[in-house]
């Protein structure tokens, strides 16, 4: 399985930007769709976009046009660009490993990291 770590975490007003970083290790990078997901207080997890290893990427309507993620497979890193914050996007938000050589095995998850958008 591969390790994740994530950082780029913190708060912000609303309207400003934050960008988040996971740093992958442990397993080829290039055998994962990468993606993030956030858990707001008292919410379930939810997906906020991916990146297949082609590049191919996928957003929650509510991010869209907002958050760009990207990846760079020879860094091994899947980074999320937040602009225009909104209150509601305030959550923990976790990087996401899922395995396209062996779908069947249990995806791996960072620790998460805290954003927090307020005034």
């Known amino acids: 399985q591969v390790q994740l770590v994530e950082s780029g975490g913190g708060l912000v007003q609303p309207g400003g930007s934050l960008r988040l970083s996971c740093a992958a290790s442990g397993s080829i990078f290039y055998f994962y769709t990468m993606g993030w997901y956030r858990q707001a207080p008292g919410k379930q997890r939810e997906l906020v976009a991916t990146i297949s290893n082609g590049g191919r990427t996928s957003y929650a309507d509510s991010v869209k046009g907002r958050f760009t993620i990207s990846r760079d497979n020879a860094k091994m890193t899947v980074n999320l660009q937040m602009n225009s914050l909104k209150s509601e996007d305030t959550a923990v938000y976790y990087c996401?490993?899922?395995?396209?050589?062996?779908?069947?095995?249990?995806?791996?998850w960072g620790q998460g990291t805290q954003v927090t958008v307020s005034s």
């Open positions: 996401n490993a899922h395995s396209v050589v062996r779908p069947s095995d249990d995806d791996s």
